[in-house]
């Protein structure tokens, strides 16, 4: 088995591994860490997504685990509380927030045209401030030089009640049309780049109440945990270089 095989398996089971941690860590927002590029001989990865990836507490996100952990490169372009899907009106959490979806982030790095990112700095919002940094770092990548993209959305598409899919299979305002767009994108601007999907993770909410009630049975609109893993596969079966990280049958 030659490096590369061996490296794609020990970055599938980190993922497994770590994702377990990152939902713990989601509702705390801490300083993103940056890892510098150097170098063309060492592994790189691009991870897009939401908190689960995005957010850390004293530098225990997933992308700087695994950069320890493998001694690879990574970008940590994900940002906390975004979708896959584009939203179409102003009822889907954080309008500013909403530009940095996967659909944004996606032609961004088509584009290279971060401009409009940069109108909606605001000076003290966290979040904010972190999305900014994301588009700054975004500029800085070299697509052909990228061995794996991670994409890594569910959470915030399921708990906004986002469509799942619709009859034109790449209408970006649902789940499974952002993550087609995204994927045929990255693509074509990261060619020798595999990529990954790291599925919706297990969640748990309190009916009116205060009973428990998960993702299994609670449905926000959309479908239920499952229907927007299962969707993630579909669309994961389409694509040759595309895998498959399903979070809630490999993890405890």
């Known amino acids: 088995m030659n490096k590369k095989k061996i490296l794609k ?8 591994l770590l994702s377990g941690i990152a939902v713990l860590l989601t509702g705390n927002i801490g300083k993103k860490t940056y890892y510098p590029i150097e170098g063309d001989d060492r592994t790189q990865i691009l991870f897009l997504g939401d908190s689960n990836i995005a957010n850390e507490v004293e ?8 950069s320890k952990m493998l001694d690879v490169n990574v970008y940590n372009c994900a940002v906390g509380g975004t979708t896959a899907a584009k939203a179409n009106t102003d009822n ?8 940095f979806c996967l659909y944004n982030l996606s032609k961004a790095l088509e584009t290279q045209d971060h401009n409009v990112f940069f109108d ?5 919002n966290t979040l904010e401030r972190n999305a900014m940094e994301t588009m700054q770092m975004m500029g800085s990548i070299d697509c052909e030089k990228i061995d794996y993209v991670v994409i890594s959305y569910g959470l915030n ?10 009859e034109d299979p790449y209408d970006e305002e649902t789940y499974t049309g952002a993550l087609r767009c995204a994927v045929e994108r990255i693509i074509k601007q990261c060619p020798n780049a595999k990529i990954i999907f790291s599925s919706i993770t297990y969640c748990v909410f309190e009916d009116e109440q205060g009973n428990p009630i998960d993702g299994y049975e609670k449905d926000w609109g959309g479908g239920t945990i499952e229907q927007y893993r299962d969707a993630m596969g579909l669309v994961a079966n389409e ?14």
């Open 92 to 99: 889907h959490f954080d309008g500013v927030l909403d530009l």
């Open 59 to 66: 530098e225990q996100t997933i992308p700087h685990l695994i």
């Open 157 to 166: 598409d399921y708990v906004g009640g986002f469509s799942i899919e619709s």
């Open 9 to 16: 398996g020990l970055i599938f089971g980190s993922i497994a």
């Open 239 to 252: 694509y040759e270089n595309v895998y498959f990280m399903d979070n809630l049958k490999d993890m405890d």
């Open 120 to 124: 909606f700095y605001v000076e003290g």
